[in-house]
């Protein structure tokens, strides 16, 4: 028998699963009355011999006390109503004696059968398990089920939180786009949410993944790339893989507007690798217009069925009902004091929210956080809420200028040059700089406490800690963004307190994004400190010991190189082209001892040859060191796509008969050594014509035959195909979809929120 203690609903859900479970014990339909000011009546049942009334009490706060008390009420109400039965439904815990007590008040119209008690509805749950199923809340929110998923969530690595996503479900209204996402995952096996800012994309996605995690799934959270998805998957393992803002997010520009290196490739092909899976599913989730600029972009997305995958989510998808439920589940589980949340319900407060243009869900979680708005008094609470509703980018922009301390603003400062995401002992090693530099600048006072403190100031409000800090939510990058855009020192400030490349080179790729002119030109304008900055950077630390083997934790010399050749040319920094002729000079000659990034060499090659600065050998004679660089390399041994890459802009001038037995040497390497691995790596059709398109290029590239290879590739292929056709009719008939029907009345709004002036 189910085992609810039922405090993960709010009264307005407890009066729904009551009147469910009635009707159905009782075969009779219910009539239902106002949810607050009730004058005794909740429901009631009507009919020529008399009339039934239901009263449900959920008091999950108050206890048995308070119950009595207020049944002492409820008595005289009912013998003026003069019911021919009454029925008492309540969430506090009854003895048989408290239930003779209670029949003691109202007398012979209210039968002990007719008291249900907690025991009482888990008993009529277990006898009917379509209501227990209807009312989702009631079992994802259980003890028994968040045990279940933490421990399917603690067999992997992955970063989602089920205990914030468990206390999130209190206040959770499944809106249309819900049906429709489980659908696309069970029939596609891929979702892209997608949707505006604030609209709830990530809350979806991950009740999503709870509900599959319930169903003994393992999560697995993508942080950065897809490799890292293709380094967990496992073939008939269910899995649910997770990667929120999938496309860039917000940072530098929409990242969306140029692909490189394949990342629009990789997309697909992981996509379809999980399309073609029975046992996994993929969500992802990123903002509408992100989400098409990137398909305009991309000839391989525009052409592909990735659109197919979108389940868009708005704001019309949720109801006037819906909307009112999203307000109220979150003031009634909220830490609001009583004074706010009379200033919500004062002259129905509340309808002006839930009619306004501007509502979303991300609006009522903040107005409904008492930390949030704890420098709001009371009598200027609805003012606030209407000034948030105007312009809700101030919801940060606010708190960020007026609320928090200057050590806060460094912590931001210092994750947004990582995109919004970093390790805690590299965050606060980068805190640590940009905060000394921050404050020498600005004359404000240091203590030994600033990281500690910052962070315990902004958690829950502006980042999430854990394994990696990351910002609450994608809109602080919007703020950030803007702030930079607004104030721009604070774009060299980045620069000059960087730790690593990578950081500055983030800030400079944002001072080239649109709306960015301003940063760009202040940069300008500080033209020798960014050069000095960038030359210090240069040398930075790029690899550590780790173990038996090597980490390398920052930008590759080549990109860093090529990203000084821009900067130095853009800056006309006489210092920095002399650092820039250096650094080439110098990466070069390593390249002699040390491994070579083919990619990202090939990359620096169209960085030299499209700037105008002058470096100490001609064009061509740097043109000829490079490229006879990347192809010992590419000898050495290097996978198929590098090697097809560099063929790709590798010129028959460039090559003398020296290179050209290097690069079929490179053909004979790859064959030996390389070739069986990414045939076994293959998952996907795709996966298998990418490695054969690779190779046909590569054979009239450098001469050496592929036609072994090549047949391996189309007969393991073939296998897969078969293999995939024949698990997919097994596992077939096993999968049965699960529906959430969400029940809903047409309740008035006033109904619904003078509950919460009750006691509970």
């Known amino acids: ?71 002492k009420k409820e008595a005289t109400k009912c013998a003026k109503l003069k019911p021919a039965r009454y029925i008492l439904v309540t969430s ?57 998923v933490i421990y399917n969530a603690s067999l992997t690595q992955s970063e989602f939180d089920v205990e ?9 209204v499944r809106s249309d786009a819900y049906p429709r996402a489980f659908t696309m995952l069970n029939n596609d096996h891929v979702v892209i949410i997608s949707g505006a800012p604030g609209v709830g994309k990530t809350s979806l996605a991950k009740m999503l993944l709870y509900a599959h995690l319930e169903r003994g799934y393992e999560a697995v959270s993508i942080l950065t790339d897809f490799q890292t998805g293709r380094d967990r998957y496992q073939l008939g393992k269910n899995q649910i893989f997770y990667f929120d803002d999938f496309i860039g997010a917000t940072f530098l520009g929409e990242r969306a507007s140029a692909f490189t290196r394949n990342e629009d490739r990789a997309i697909l092909d992981f996509i379809e690798m999980v399309r073609a899976s029975p046992t996994a599913r993929l969500v992802m989730t990123t903002r509408e217009h992100i989400l098409r600029q990137a398909i305009t972009t991309s000839e391989k997305l525009k052409h592909s069925r990735l659109i197919d ?50 509502f979303n869900p991300r609006l009522i979680e903040w107005l409904s956080s008492f930390q949030r708005v704890r420098s709001v008094l009371p009598d200027g609470y609805q003012s606030f809420v209407r000034d948030l509703l105007e312009d809700p980018a101030e919801i940060w922009r606010h708190a960020y200028e007026q609320q928090i301390s200057n050590a806060a603003r460094s912590v931001l400062l210092a994750l947004y040059s990582y995109g919004g995401k970093c390790g805690p002992a590299l965050l606060e090693r980068s805190f640590r700089a940009l905060h000394a530099l921050r404050a020498q600048r600005y004359g404000f006072n240091t203590e030994p406490s600033d990281w500690r403190r910052a962070l315990a100031e902004l958690n829950g409000s502006f980042i999430r800690p854990g394994n990696q800090i990351e910002v609450i939510d994608p809109s602080v990058l919007d703020m950030l ?59 930075a630390p790029r690899k550590i010991p780790m173990g038996t083997g090597t980490a390398y934790i920052d930008d590759s010399p080549e990109l860093r190189v090529g990203t000084v050749v821009q900067v130095a040319e853009l800056l006309r920094s006489d210092q920095l082209q002399q650092v820039a002729n250096s650094a080439v000079d110098a990466l070069i000659a390593a390249w002699e001892s040390e491994p070579v ?109 592929f036609d072994g290879p090549i047949y391996d590739i189309r007969e393991a292929k073939a296998e897969f195909e078969e293999q995939k056709a024949a698990y997919e009719d097994h596992k ?7 529906r959430f029907d969400i029940r809903a009345d047409e309740r008035a709004l006033d109904d619904l929120f003078d509950s919460l002036r009750k006691p509970h």
């Open 732 to 738: 077939y008939e096993e999968w049965k979809e699960q």
């Open 309 to 358: 995958s979108r389940c868009t989510l708005e704001i019309g998808d949720y109801s006037q009902q819906q909307r009112a439920e999203i307000l109220y589940n979150h003031i009634y589980f909220s830490d609001l004091p009583d004074d706010y949340r009379a200033e919500l319900l004062t002259g129905r407060f509340y309808k002006e929210i839930l009619q306004h243009k501007k």
């Open 1 to 71: 028998m189910a085992a609810y203690d039922f405090k993960q609903l709010s009264p307005h859900d407890f009066e729904e699963l009551s009147r469910d479970l009635i009707q159905m014990r009782d075969g009779i339909i219910l009539e239902s009355f106002k949810t607050g000011r009730d004058l005794g009546i909740d429901f009631r049942h009507a009919r020529s011999t008399g009339s039934t009334i239901v009263q449900c009490k959920h008091y999950a706060g108050t206890g048995l006390a308070g119950l009595m008390a207020d049944l």
């Open 92 to 148: 506090v815990g009854l003895t048989p004696s408290n239930k003779a007590d209670i029949k003691a008040l109202f007398g012979a119209v209210l039968a002990t059968a007719d008291i249900l008690g907690p025991d009482d509805i888990n008993n009529l749950l277990g006898l009917h398990p379509a209501i227990e199923q209807q009312h989702y809340k009631l079992w994802l929110a259980s003890r028994v089920v968040l045990d279940r």
């Open 597 to 705: 990034d083919i990619s990202d060499g090939i990359e620096l090659l169209a960085e030299i040859e499209a700037s105008l600065i002058v470096f100490p050998p001609p064009n061509a004679a740097l043109r000829a060191r490079v490229v006879r660089a990347l192809v010992m390399e590419a000898s050495r041994g290097c996978r198929s796509d590098e090697l097809h890459e560099l063929l790709n802009v590798v010129e028959p001038e460039d090559l003398n008969d020296d290179l050209k037995e290097r690069l079929y040497s490179a053909a004979e390497v790859y064959r030996a050594r390389y070739f069986n691995d990414e045939l076994r790596e293959c998952k996907s059709e795709s996966d298998y014509e990418a490695l054969e398109e690779d190779l046909d290029a590569i054979a009239q590239g450098t001469g050496f035959s």
């Open 164 to 172: 914030r996503v468990h206390r999130d479900i209190r206040r959770y």
């Open 481 to 539: 963004n803007a702030v930079v855009r607004q104030d721009t020192p604070n774009a060299l400030d980045m620069i000059e307190g960087a730790v690593r490349f990578q950081q500055a080179r983030r800030i400079w790729i944002f001072a080239h994004a649109e709306g960015s002119r301003d940063v760009l030109d202040h940069l300008v304008d500080q033209s020798a400190c960014i050069a000095t900055a960038f030359e210090r950077l240069l040398s």
